[in-house]
């Protein structure tokens, strides 16, 4: 997903406005609107997306996660991530 398609489904997600992408405060803002059900998925989905090719316990990378890997990780969690489109069929 491209940055401001990113920041508008977590607007549209949370109520909340703000740059989800580049600005972990807007972030955490975001994740307290998570349900205790949604929490253990998120964290799931964090896990898994800061773990990509690095060695480490999941708890120090989720704790270290960028602002676009948490937006990711709770657009995941919401059902709301869309990947993006090749042209070309690439």
Do not use: C
Request: net charge negative.
């Amino acid at each position: 997903m491209e940055k401001e398609a990113i920041n508008k489904a977590i607007s549209d997600a949370t109520g909340l406005h703000g740059d989800f992408f580049d600005n972990l405060n807007a972030m955490h803002e975001a994740e307290k609107s998570l349900s205790l059900d949604e929490r253990s998925i998120y964290w799931h989905w964090l896990a898994h997306i800061t773990e990509k090719g690095r060695i480490a316990t999941a708890a120090w990378l989720t704790t270290t996660a960028t602002a676009p890997q948490r937006a990711e990780a709770f657009l995941r969690t919401k059902g709301m991530w869309r990947e993006a489109v090749v042209e070309g069929g690439k």
